[in-house]
């Protein structure tokens, strides 16, 4: 079992910044991928950003040049730098983890969230 914990959400001005944190408790070793997904109201989650126990990248084409997912080195604690904020990244960000290959589909794990709200 794996336990995500999510942190750093908060309200920003259009323009600035935020940093979410992410920290897995529990058995991590064999987590192959994890994830930061977004769902704003009235909207389906998206995929925000993934990476892989390779540290190989991918991102949302929103969030492309703006957003960057890291890990520390023990791959225990999931980043998000979130810079360039604009009001349509508003949402309630999730953190995920699976232990397959990066996907859209199979996550077996979710945090429980946390809230950006960037305001014009």
């Known amino acids: 079992q794996v336990q995500l914990v999510e942190s750093g959400g908060g309200s920003v001005q259009s323009g600035g910044s935020l940093r979410l944190s992410c920290v897995a408790f529990?058995?991590?070793?064999?987590?192959?991928?994890m994830g930061w997904f977004r769902q704003a109201p009235g909207k389906e989650r998206e995929g925000v950003a993934t990476?892989?126990?390779?540290?190989?990248?991918k991102y949302v084409d929103s969030t492309k040049g703006r957003f960057t997912i890291s890990q520390d080195n023990a791959k225990t604690t999931l980043y998000l730098q979130m810079n360039s904020l604009k009001p349509e990244d508003t949402a309630m960000y999730y953190c995920?983890?699976?232990?397959?290959?990066?996907?859209?589909?199979?996550?077996?794990?979710w945090g429980q969230g946390t809230q950006v709200t960037v305001s014009s």
């Open positions: 995920a983890a699976k232990y397959d290959y990066c996907s859209d589909s199979g996550w077996d794990y």
């Open positions: 990476i892989d126990s390779d540290g190989i990248t």
């Open positions: 529990g058995y991590t070793y064999s987590i192959a991928c």
